[in-house]
């Protein structure tokens, strides 16, 4: 059974960090894509960044290039996402899921229950 769960969402002020996580079992092998997208009431999903183990290619969407960054522990199987110089336009629920790494991040199969991210201004 896959699974993904994610923590470390929280509220930080305007130009806070938080690291986020993702803990994820059940999968077969470590090909797998993965990445993160969030969701604000109102506005359409934006894919926010994904990896990909199979050829250590990653991807950043470009509201969040240069302040965030994606990391993922295959023996530990934690995917992670540090963000710093957080803005108000950040705040969002933030997923993990599993999908297709190739220019963007597009959602596939899996995907968490959401870590809430609020940034004050």
């Known amino acids: 059974q896959v699974q993904l769960v994610e923590s470390g969402g929280g509220l930080v002020p305007f130009g806070g960090s938080l690291r986020l996580a993702c803990e994820f079992s059940?999968?077969?092998?470590?090909?797998?894509?993965m990445g993160w997208f969030r969701q604000a009431p109102g506005k359409e999903r934006e894919g926010v960044s994904c990896f990909s183990s199979r050829d250590g290619s990653s991807y950043y969407a470009d509201s969040v290039k240069g302040r965030f960054a994606i990391s993922r522990d295959n023996i530990s199987k934690v995917l992670y996402l540090h963000m710093n110089s957080l803005r108000p336009e950040d705040t969002a629920t933030y997923y993990c899921?599993?999908?297709?790494?190739?220019?963007?991040?597009?959602?596939?199969?899996?995907r968490g229950q959401g870590t809430q991210v609020t940034v004050s201004s």
């Open positions: 899921a599993t999908g297709d790494c190739y220019g963007s991040f597009r959602p596939v199969d899996y």
């Open positions: 059940g999968f077969f092998d470590d090909y797998h894509a």
